[in-house]
T-cell receptor, first 113, second 112 residues
Framework: DTGVSQNPRHKITKRGQNVTFRCDPI?????LYWYRQTLGQGPEFLTY????????KSRLLSDRFSAERPKGSFSTLEIQRTEQGDSAMYLC???????????FGPGTRLTVL | GQSLEQPSEVTAVEGAIVQINCTYQ??????LSWYQQHDGGAPTFLSY????GLEETGRFSSFLSRSDSYGYLLLQELQMKDSASYFC?????????????FGKGTSLLVTP
């Protein structure tokens, strides 16, 4: 296992469409995070899983966003009825329990036309 | 709420030393991390300070003063490949305590 992987790497969609992204964390990492990053800004926290439990959701996460981690391994992030303001890089990270190092994936760049 | 302040841009010459400062305001502080991000790349962990003092890892060092809500990243013997964005990030009690709150980043340009 070489690291966190995310698919797709790029997604272009039309406003109003639904999109789903996938994240595969490092295999033994039970903590998984989703962040969003726009140009010139740092990553912004969206949500956090410990195993399959979603323990934290940011106020940034509107009702159009939903995330799952059904078996405590991979996770999906779905955005419904996309808006142009959703255009961003969506980053996934994972970590081991008891550590402070988060390992980031390459991200999915979303463009909403 | 919480906020982090760091310079937006820094330029330095190859071989030199550069210091990137970070001040923060948080509601309950656990620790300060530093991440490097090259254009188009993923953030990569550099260092973490939970206690006051200096942590050294090769050419990079990180310092924390909890009483001053201040930290810095020190990069020595700069190389061209160090040109990247550097983010400070805090873990605090504003969320689960595990997620990171990032600053806006400092763009470092290393020139020949």
């Amino acid at each position: 296992d070489t690291g966190v992987s995310q698919n797709p790497r790029h997604k272009i969609t039309k406003r109003g469409q639904n999109v789903t992204f996938r994240c595969d964390p490092i295999s033994e990492h039970n903590r998984l995070y989703w962040y969003r990053q726009t140009l010139g800004q740092g990553p912004e926290f969206l949500t956090y899983f410990q195993n399959e439990a979603q323990l934290e959701k940011s106020r940034l996460l509107s009702d159009r966003f939903s995330a799952e981690r059904p078996k405590g391994s991979f996770s999906t992030l779905e955005i419904q009825r996309t808006e142009q303001g959703d255009s961003a890089m969506y980053l996934c990270a994972s970590s081991l329990p008891g550590t402070d190092t988060q390992y980031f994936g390459p991200g999915t760049r979303l463009t909403v036309l | 709420g919480q906020s982090l302040e760091q310079p937006s841009e820094v330029t330095a010459v190859e071989g030199a030393i550069v210091q990137i400062n970070c001040t923060y305001q948080t509601s309950g502080f656990y620790g300060l991390s530093w991440y490097q991000q090259h254009d188009g790349g993923a953030p990569t962990f550099l260092s973490y300070n939970a206690l006051d003092g200096l942590e050294e890892t090769g050419r990079f060092s990180s310092f924390l003063s909890r009483s001053d809500s201040y930290g810095y990243l020190l990069l020595q013997e700069l190389q061209m490949k160090d040109s990247a964005s550097y983010f400070c990030a805090v873990r605090d009690r504003s969320n689960s305590g595990y997620a990171l709150n990032f600053g806006k980043g400092t763009s470092l340009l290393v020139t020949p």
